[in-house]
T-cell receptor
Framework: GAVVSQHPSRVICKSGTSVKIECRSL??????MFWYRQFPKQSLMLMAT?????????EQGVEKDKFLINHASLTLSTLTVTSAHPEDSSFYIC??????????????FGPGTRLTVL | AQSVTQPDIHITVSEGASLELRCNYS??????LFWYVQSPGQGLQLLLK??????LVQGIKGFEAEFKRSQSSFNLRKPSVHWSDAAEYFC?????????????FGAGTILRVKS
C-alpha cells in the first residue's frame, strides 16, 4: 500500500515552454502533497506544500508564478513549470500523506521526474 | 529551526560487514525521525520511522535505528550489508502539524558496497 506515481518519468523540452508533472496517490487519499526539487548529488529541497482544494504554500525563494501547483482532488496534484529555462532542469519528486491514521504521519514518495530544458 | 546533519558523505563497506550511518538533528520539541533510501534516478523509500516509544526501531530490509535524545542522534544500522544496499540514504526530521509532517532532510550518505 501507499503507492505514489509520477508522470512523466522523464521530459525534455525547449526553453520557454511549459511542462506539467502529475503526482498521483494510487491506493490512498492524499490530503497533502509535497513537491521537492533535487539537484545532482544534493539533498531534497521542499518547494511547496499542496493541500487538496486550497492554494499551495510555497517555501521561501520559490517563485509561485513559475511553479504552478494544483491539487484538485485527493489523489492528484500537478506541478507546472512555466516558461522553463535550462536552470529549471532538475529532478522533481512529489510525496503524499494520507487523511488519517498512521498514513497521515508519513510521506510516501513518487519515483521522480527528470526535467531537462534545452 | 529544524536541521539534520549527516556527517558522512560517502561510506564504503564490504559485503557482509556491519553498517552504521550517522544522523544528528536539531529540533526544539520531540522529533519525528525518518530514514529513507534512494536508488539512482528513483524516488525515496521509507526504511523506518520513530515517533515515540521504544527508542530502537526496526525497519525494512533488516535495518534498525536507535533514537538517543541525549545525543540528538538517530543512527541507522544493519548487521550485515548486502550488495543491493548500495544507494543513498537520507535522514529526515519532521514537524507534525495540521497537514502532516513537513520534512527537513540531511544531505545524504552514499553507501558503496564492495565485494
Amino acid at each position: 500500500g501507499a503507492v505514489v506515481s509520477q508522470h512523466p518519468s522523464r521530459v525534455i523540452c525547449k526553453s520557454g515552454t511549459s511542462v506539467k508533472i502529475e503526482c498521483r496517490s494510487l491506493d490512498f487519499q492524499a490530503t497533502t502533497m509535497f513537491w521537492y526539487r533535487q539537484f545532482p548529488k544534493q539533498s531534497l529541497m521542499l518547494m511547496a506544500t499542496s493541500n487538496e482544494g486550497s492554494k499551495a504554500t510555497y517555501e521561501q525563494g520559490v517563485e509561485k508564478d513559475k511553479f504552478l501547483i494544483n491539487h484538485a482532488s485527493l489523489t492528484l496534484s500537478t506541478l507546472t513549470v512555466t516558461s522553463a529555462h535550462p536552470e529549471d532542469s532538475s529532478f522533481y519528486i512529489c510525496s503524499a500523506t494520507g487523511t488519517s491514521g498512521p498514513i497521515h504521519q508519513v510521506q510516501y514518495f513518487g519515483p521522480g521526474t527528470r526535467l531537462t530544458v534545452l | 529551526a529544524q536541521s539534520v546533519t549527516q556527517p558522512d558523505i560517502h561510506i564504503t563497506v564490504s559485503e557482509g560487514a556491519s553498517l552504521e550511518l550517522r544522523c544528528n538533528y536539531s529540533y526544539g520539541a520531540t522529533p519525528y525521525l525518518f530514514w529513507y533510501v534512494q536508488s539512482p534516478g528513483q524516488g525515496l523509500q521509507l526504511l523506518l520511522k520513530y515517533f515515540s516509544g521504544d527508542t530502537l526501531v526496526q525497519g525494512i530490509k533488516g535495518f534498525e535505528a536507535e533514537f538517543k535524545r541525549s545525543q540528538s542522534s538517530f543512527n541507522l544500522r544493519k548487521p550485515s550489508v548486502h550488495w543491493s544496499d548500495a544507494a543513498e540514504y537520507f535522514c529526515a526530521v519532521g514537524a507534525f502539524g495540521e497537514y502532516g509532517n513537513k520534512l527537513v532532510f540531511g544531505a545524504g550518505t552514499i553507501l558503496r558496497v564492495k565485494s
